[in-house]
Nanobody, 130 residues
Framework: VQLEESGGGLVQAGGSLRLSCAAS????????VGWFRQVSGKEREGVAC????????KYLDSVKGRFTISLDSSKTTVFLHMNSLSPEDTAVYYC????????????????????????WGEGTLVTVSN
């Protein structure tokens, strides 16, 4: 099983990026699929999550209206469309999936640094410059 993120890079403040996460070995049927980000020295935070069975989505308050999570029709790739980026969005972004579970509450207070998710990607770096 592998989740592979792509699409990160350097962008100016106010710009946009689209991150992709492709699954191999599994698909995202009946799963919660989320995007998380982490800045060095800080805890990983959940940014957005989608439940593939019903399309329910959750967003961290600070990204609502700017980020959009979506799944492709084959449910093997999840996207994160990020608009109006600011330097505070600079982080390594990870995707993760959890089979037969709902999305975690965001912001997460469960205490598990891996949010109870089954599979994680290696991450892609997003850098937003002033």
């Amino acid at each position: 099983v592998q989740l592979e993120e792509s699409g990160g890079g350097l962008v100016q403040a106010g710009g946009s990026l689209r991150l992709s996460c492709a699954a191999s070995g599994i698909n995202f049927d009946d799963s919660a699929v989320g995007w998380f980000r982490q800045v060095s020295g800080k805890e990983r935070e959940g940014v957005a999550c989608i439940e593939s069975s019903n399309g329910r989505v959750k967003y961290l308050d600070s990204v609502k209206g700017r980020f959009t999570i979506s799944l492709d029709s084959s449910k093997t790739t999840v996207f994160l469309h990020m608009n109006s980026l600011s330097p505070e969005d600079t982080a390594v972004y990870y995707c993760a999936s959890d089979y037969l579970e709902p999305c975690p509450v965001l912001p997460y207070t469960g205490g598990d640094p891996y949010y109870g998710m089954d599979y994680w990607g290696e991450g892609t770096l997003v850098t937003v410059s002033n």
